[in-house]
């Protein structure tokens, strides 16, 4: 950013305070079910989430092949100024049946149902240190289930004050039962760290917010030119600024962990907001790391 005037850079700053502050600020039991906009919160501060069709993926809340035994499900997140945020959860089913819950959303008796139609729910993972807000509804709902985390996870103060369990620390080396998944971790600084998974037989790599692909056309107007000026939009979508320094403060670990996904050649990239990589993964993938990667 040497090369921006200073209200650019400012502006930059300022916007990434601010998601820290709102992190910081934000209780770890969610309030509100995603896109109801009708939680406490929503309704102290007035919000009104959009349609689903204006902004997420729909169905809404409804597991959706995308690959052999891989599914995923989009659900919709209550934003900053009545907006609405898309997120998704990537659903694996292991040789064994059972069903591994990437990054899981909003739980729902009707959304478990329709899980346990295709397995019996038994991992959930964690896999960087914002998605694990919802682990403990889905702990409560499935009491046999073992909860994976990224590393630091446990560490940040709003999980111990949440109570929600944490069984096991993921690494580069997938738990035993993970027979045809590939793990890497990426790690940065600031105690970033998200573990990627890659799902062999249908090649396909799962991401969390190492890649932020955003569609305009789903944005309010007023946010477009800032999404624009972030680098977050498709069709070459990167994470935010912020996220972006934080990661290069260990920039020689995270260009390593960058190159290795790129090796795996994935044939699809699913990350956990805006449009994913259905075909041409690995160019498109390699374009949205262009910030890491040069």
């Not at 729909?58 to 599914?71: E, L, N, Q, R, S």
């Not at 030119?225 to 670990?253: E, N, Q």
Request: charged share 20%.
């Amino acid at each position: 950013m040497h090369r921006q005037p200073w209200q650019a850079r400012a502006l930059l700053i300022a916007a990434g305070l601010s998601e820290l502050a709102v992190v910081a600020a934000s209780s770890a039991t969610p309030v509100s079910g995603p896109g109801q906009g009708s939680g406490p919160v929503a309704r102290v501060l007035g919000l009104t989430v959009p349609p689903a069709g204006k902004v997420g993926y729909p169905p809404i809340d409804i597991p959706k092949p995308v690959a052999d035994d891989v599914f995923i499900v989009d659900s919709l997140l209550p934003g900053p100024m009545g907006t609405a945020l898309p997120v998704r959860m990537t659903v694996i089913r292991l040789g064994n049946g059972d069903l591994l819950l990437h990054s899981p959303t909003q739980f729902s008796d009707a959304l478990k149902t329709e899980l346990e139609k295709i397995g019996r729910i038994r991992h959930l993972m964690a896999p960087n240190v914002a998605h694990w807000t919802f682990l403990e509804a889905w702990q409560r709902a499935c009491p046999d289930v073992t909860t994976w985390s990224a590393p630091g996870l446990r560490e940040r103060s709003q999980v111990k004050k949440s109570g929600v369990r944490l069984d096991h620390d993921l690494s580069s080396f997938p738990p035993t039962a993970w027979i045809g998944i590939t793990l890497v971790e990426v790690v940065g600084g600031l105690g970033f760290s998200e573990i990627a998974l890659f799902h062999q037989a249908s090649r396909t790599l799962v991401l969390t917010d190492l890649v932020l692909n955003l569609e305009a056309s789903k944005l309010p107007a007023p946010i477009r030119p800032l999404a624009r000026l972030f680098g977050v939009t498709a069709p070459d979508g990167m994470p935010p600024p912020y996220l972006r320094a934080a990661i290069k403060r260990d920039r020689a670990s995270a260009t390593k962990a960058a190159s290795r996904l790129l090796e795996l050649k994935p044939e699809r990239v699913i990350f956990a907001h805006g449009l994913w990589f259905e075909r041409d993964a690995t160019n498109a993938l390699r374009r949205s790391l262009r910030w890491l990667l040069g």
